[in-house]
T-cell receptor, first 116, second 111 residues
Framework: EADIYQTPRYLVIGTGKKITLECSQTMGHDKMYWYQQDPGMELHLIHYSYGVNSTEKGDLSSESTVSRIRTEHFPLTLESARPSHTSQYLC???????????????FGPGTRLTVL | QKEVEQDPGPLSVPEGAIVSLNCTYSNSAFQYFMWYRQYSRKGPELLMYTYSSGNKEDGRFTAQVDKSSKYISLFIRDSQPSDSATYLCAMKSTGFQKLVFGTGTRLLVSP
């Protein structure tokens, strides 16, 4: 079944730790995205990718980094986690742009990160 | 000022009620208007989208776009407890798929 997966679902870690949030999709989508979602706030785009070896920063400044070595995989890394990084992180993917259509972004279940 | 404004709620209604969810926006370049539903501890899922102005119906759900007023609505008829979720509006202009989201409205439908 085509889907988008995120691991771990929940993560509680101490300040200063390096973490990687995993995101994989089996739909063969070229475009992938990372969003940050805080309670009562809108989703903010922090990173996106057009395809393999393509990564761009989104609207919201983030200390995280991403990589896209394989089409299906788009991990997000925090080199040194801080309490300000506590948030929900959502991964999404979509097909390449087609004029006149909305290319639906499919979202994963999210990773809820808590940094103590 | 935010590009998209959405009342966070919560909006509490009894089962069977008609629900109206709304967003306003400021960017006249937006052409695609989406409604996503997000259950607790899940990612958002697309309910429906509308291109430009007009209405779109899908079962109990109707989406309306009024570009002259920069106002979009989602109506839910015969609401069910299973409709209890957060509803996010999202918009984009043509070209690259950068979505701009509202904060979401939390809907509670009581049996």
């Amino acid at each position: 079944e085509a889907d988008i997966y995120q691991t771990p679902r929940y993560l509680v870690i101490g300040t200063g730790k390096k973490i990687t949030l995993e995101c994989s999709q089996t739909m063969g989508h070229d475009k992938m995205y990372w969003y940050q979602q805080d309670p009562g706030m809108e989703l903010h785009l922090i990173h996106y990718s057009y395809g393999v070896n393509s990564t761009e920063k989104g609207d919201l400044s983030s200390e995280s980094t991403v990589s896209r070595i394989r089409t299906e995989h788009f991990p997000l890394t925090l080199e040194s986690a801080r309490p300000s990084h506590t948030s929900q992180y959502l991964c999404a993917s979509s097909e390449s742009y087609k004029a006149g259509e909305y290319n639906e972004q499919f979202f994963g279940p999210g990773t809820r990160l808590t940094v103590l | 000022q935010k590009e998209v404004e959405q009342d966070p709620g919560p909006l509490s209604v009894p089962e069977g009620a008609i629900v109206s969810l709304n967003c306003t926006y400021s960017n006249s370049a937006f052409q695609y208007f989406m409604w996503y539903r997000q259950y607790s501890r899940k990612g958002p899922e697309l309910l429906m989208y509308t291109y430009s102005s007009g209405n779109k119906e899908d079962g109990r759900f109707t989406a309306q776009v009024d570009k002259s007023s920069k106002y979009i609505s989602l109506f839910i008829r015969d609401s069910q407890p299973s409709d209890s979720a957060t509803y996010l509006c999202a918009m984009k202009s043509t070209g690259f798929q950068k979505l701009v989201f509202g904060t979401g409205t939390r809907l509670l439908v009581s049996p």
